[in-house]
């Protein structure tokens, strides 16, 4: 299973994006998956930003983001997307969605083995 990842751009200080994952391949789907979304700024380490159940479609968000992201699931087209608001100049980052083929998020941290070749955010001021 390949991870794709879309929707990046550029955005302005305030302003919102909406990214978009889906797996690719033969048969591939994220309907099984739980799936994480993080970001990794140049010469920063990666940051978890937000995970979705497969089973119950509980969400879990870093504090950082909490109430400005939102990540959601649409089985119908077998996508996750990340709804991106009130962006600030540090949310500039690539950003990546990611599973670790487990049905529920990790609850003690992000957890993921597998991830896409990931999508720019710049966020001008």
């Known amino acids: 299973v390949q991870l794709v990842e879309s929707g990046g751009g550029v955005a302005q200080a305030g302003g919102s994006l909406r990214l978009a994952c889906v797996a690719s391949?033969?048969?591939?789907?994220?309907?099984?998956?739980?799936v994480t979304w993080f970001r990794q700024a140049p010469g920063k380490e990666a940051e978890g930003l937000a995970c979705?159940?497969?089973?119950?479609?509980?969400?879990f968000y870093a504090d950082s983001v909490m109430g400005r992201f939102t990540i959601s699931s649409d089985t119908a087209v077998n996508k996750v997307f990340l709804q991106l608001e009130s962006l600030n100049i540090y949310a500039t980052a690539m950003y990546y969605c990611?599973?670790?083929?487990?049905?529920?998020?990790?609850?003690?941290?992000?957890?993921?083995?597998?991830w896409g070749q990931g999508t720019q955010v710049t966020v001008n001021s």
């Open positions: 979705i159940d497969r089973e119950g479609g509980a969400t």
């Open positions: 391949g033969p048969g591939a789907s994220l309907d099984f998956y739980a």
């Open positions: 990611a599973t670790d083929f487990g049905r529920k998020c990790d609850r003690a941290g992000w957890n993921y083995d597998t």
